[in-house]
């Protein structure tokens, strides 16, 4: 049984900065996706990013790219997510998920385990 455990949320004022991590443990990753899901107060769980764990591979969506970067410790079994130039619309619940698969998939029913979650609040 995978385990993740989420830090680094908080509260930063727009245009600031954050870093995420996600310790995974409980099993090896070598053939799994792991990703980063949002979800905002009243809307449905959102993909952010993900990363291949085999290889490295990175997939985001549109209106993170170039701001968000998604990267792992593989000594450490961590993935991390690092959050540039934050907006307030960024502000969510960030979690992290891992899914059994060697090809990307980005619906949140999809994926098997989860973190608990943690707060990043922008302010404008």
């Known amino acids: 049984q995978a385990q993740l455990v989420e830090s680094g949320g908080g509260l930063v004022e727009a245009g600031g900065s954050l870093r995420l991590s996600c310790a995974a443990s409980?099993?090896?990753?070598?053939?799994?996706?792991l990703a980063w899901f949002r979800q905002r107060a009243g809307k449905e769980r959102e993909f952010v990013a993900a990363?291949?764990?085999?290889?490295?591979?990175?997939y985001y969506i549109d209106s993170v790219k170039g701001r968000f970067t998604i990267s792992r410790d593989n000594s450490e079994n961590t993935l991390y997510l690092q959050m540039n130039n934050l907006k307030p619309e960024d502000s969510a619940v960030y979690y992290c998920?891992?899914?059994?698969?060697?090809?990307?998939?980005?619906?949140?029913?999809?994926?098997?385990?989860w973190g608990q979650g943690t707060q990043v609040t922008v302010s404008s």
């Open positions: 409980g099993r090896t990753f070598a053939k799994y996706f």
């Open positions: 998920a891992a899914r059994s698969t060697e090809v990307l998939v980005t619906a949140f029913r999809d994926y098997d385990y």
């Open positions: 990363l291949k764990w085999s290889d490295s591979s990175t």
